[in-house]
């Protein structure tokens, strides 16, 4: 029959309405806040329609969101703090889109370069969230954030995120994704303690008497 497909179609729509229904009937009252809620509604098991109106409303954060990177430094208990990056500049390299520009230290007597940025910026209307900078640094220096709420008038330097902007201490970064820093903080221990032990045994053994 001519039009049984666009009547089925309207059919799921319909259902699809109807649903949307009952479902805010069964969440009565915690329709979005509630985790039971969440993992029915958008969930495979999900029916009806389902809708957040954000900005009023907003889902909680998934760990392993991604967003715009930040740096992270090192809080020193003197008040000071130590950059992770050392500007090997990995980051810029693999970085698909290449919008990441590092500027490294020189040490002002000698000229030689030190392993810190003095610049580091990241367009973030070209960042498109893949994580590889954070992926390929070889030091847990630069980590995706969660704050997606970026949008502004502005189309000039404000999206142009300076080291000022980027730099967020550590605590952030656990707080942010507290099962990888816990992994990696267990594999920095690890390091350090193979490094005290190689240290330890090639002092014992500068320090054993030579035979004669
Ligand atoms: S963030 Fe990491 S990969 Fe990028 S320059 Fe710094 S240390 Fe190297
Ligand atoms: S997340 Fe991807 S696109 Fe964005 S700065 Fe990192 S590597 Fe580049």
Redesign the pocket.
């Known amino acids: 029959m001519y039009g049984s497909g666009i009547l089925a179609g309207l059919g799921v729509t319909l259902k699809h309405f109807i649903d949307s229904y009952v479902d805010d009937l069964k969440f009565l009252g915690q329709r979005y806040y509630n985790p039971a809620s969440l993992n029915q509604r958008q969930g495979t098991r999900g029916k009806g329609v389902f809708t957040v109106q954000f900005p009023e409303e907003k889902l909680p954060t998934p760990e392993r969101f991604r967003f ?2 930040f740096l992270l430094y090192d809080e020193k208990p003197d008040g000071t703090h130590d950059d992770r990056c050392t500007s090997c500049g990995i ?1 810029a390299k ?4 290449q ?2 520009w590092i500027k490294r230290s020189n040490d002002p007597v000698t000229g030689r370069p030190v392993p810190q940025p003095a610049a580091f910026y ?1 367009d973030i209307d070209i ?8 992926e390929y640094c070889p030091f847990d220096a630069i980590k ?1 954030d969660h704050d997606y709420e970026l949008a502004s008038f502005d189309r000039t330097s404000a999206h142009i995120f300076d080291k000022q902007k980027l730099d967020k201490p550590v605590a952030y970064y656990a707080s942010l994704r507290p099962t990888d820093y816990a992994a990696e903080e267990l594999v920095r221990a690890e390091e350090e303690a193979k490094k005290a032990a190689k240290k330890a045994d090639a002092a014992s053994k500068a320090a054993a008497p030579v035979a004669v």
């Open positions: 715009i990177p980051c693999v970085c698909p889109p919008c990441i990241i960042c498109m969230n893949c994580g590889y900078c954070a995706m």
